[in-house]
């Protein structure tokens, strides 16, 4: 395999599919012009917003049955090096319902189960895939029978050869991770709260809280609050980037598209300033589509120019 810069690791892929409309009703039926399906899962919403902005992209997990043959179609279409484990059970497919009050309503599921075995061959193919990198994103949920422990191993042998991880993921999950010291993690503000179970009422709640994950060796924290923007700490510097105000379509992928733009500016070597800016515009690029995880590159040029970074207090 040719050297790559950016890798993304989705152990629960999905086939996304979105219904917009008018009203969503418990208990009747609706009807709704054709849904909307793109291959999903964090990790992959990443890894085509990545190959959207002009860089190359090895995406790995594990897919299966029908819904993992649509995802690897998918992938083929984008260019992206699939190197995705086959596995035996189906992989998942998940529902997002969006009115004409743009109320969104998703249905996730757990997603299929994955054998020993089965992540026996993802080790041995994660380490090929390793040693020709410079970034690394592992996004998402796991799977049935995946526990935090595969997360951790991915960290300490990222770590071993010196690769930036960007970790987008929550709950136990992440607080379990965070002791191997990812290069960034970005939990948005409930995940945080939930994360250190206290309630941060206030930016200065929401600062000293960074400042306890920052601590811990993670380089780069990012807070994300919706309108009001993100709260970063990178190398003990703290930055507040606004966000860019759009009419929003569809909110879903928009915190995936951020960590694209978090990648591709690292992987360009740009100012921490000039990658948050990015990783801004992205996110809100990707709030004016109807695909999950998609932005369109001319919008986000444009976007970059109404986001404003300052340092924080």
């Known amino acids: ?36 399906r ?18 190359d992209a090895v995406a790995t997990g594990f897919i ?15 260019g992206v090096h699939d190197q995705f484990i086959e596995i035996n059970e189906e992989s998942r497919q998940c529902l997002a319902f969006v009115d004409n009050m743009d109320n969104q309503t998703e249905i996730l599921p757990e997603g299929p189960f994955v054998t020993a075995e089965e992540q026996k061959i993802f080790k041995k193919r994660l380490i090929e ?20 422990e595969l997360y951790q191993f991915i960290l300490m042998e990222a770590k071993k050869r010196q690769l930036k991880v960007l970790l987008d993921t929550s709950g136990q999950t992440l607080w379990e991770c965070l002791s191997e010291r990812p290069y960034m993690i970005k939990p948005n503000r409930e995940e945080l709260e939930q994360l250190l179970h206290k309630p941060l009422k206030s930016e200065k709640d929401i600062w000293d809280a960074i400042e306890i994950l ?46 694209a733009g978090i990648a591709v500016g690292l992987a360009r070597k740009l100012p921490i ?6 990783a801004s ?18 919008r986000v040029n444009d976007l970059i120019k109404q986001i404003q970074i300052t340092e924080g207090q």
Do not use: W
């Not at 629960?12 to 969503?24: R, S």
């Not at 811990?216 to 003990?236: A, H, M, T």
């Not at 809100?284 to 590159?297: D, I, M, P, S, Y």
């Open 214 to 259: 920052h601590r811990k060796g993670i380089p780069l924290v990012i807070v994300s609050d919706g309108r009001n923007g993100s709260f970063v700490i990178y190398e003990q510097k703290r930055y507040k980037v606004t966000a860019a105000k759009v009419q929003t379509v569809s909110a879903v992928g928009s915190g995936d598209a951020f960590v």
């Open 129 to 148: 895939i390793l040693s020709n990198l410079d970034i690394l994103i592992i996004s998402g949920s796991l799977p049935r029978g995946v526990s935090a």
């Open 281 to 298: 515009a992205c996110g809100a690029a990707n709030a004016l589509e109807e695909k999950t995880g998609f932005v369109n590159k001319e």
């Open 38 to 55: 793109t291959a999903g899962g964090k990790g992959l919403n990443v890894t085509r917003v990545v190959k959207l902005l002009g860089e």
């Open 1 to 36: 395999m040719a050297k790559l810069k950016i890798a993304t690791i989705t152990l629960n892929p999905a086939i996304d599919t979105l219904y917009k409309l008018e009203q969503f009703l418990i208990g009747n039926a609706t009807r709704t012009k054709n849904p909307v």
């Open 64 to 78: 299966g049955g029908y819904s993992g043959q649509f995802i690897r179609s998918e992938l083929k279409k984008m």
């Open 273 to 278: 300033e000039e990658t948050l800016i990015l």
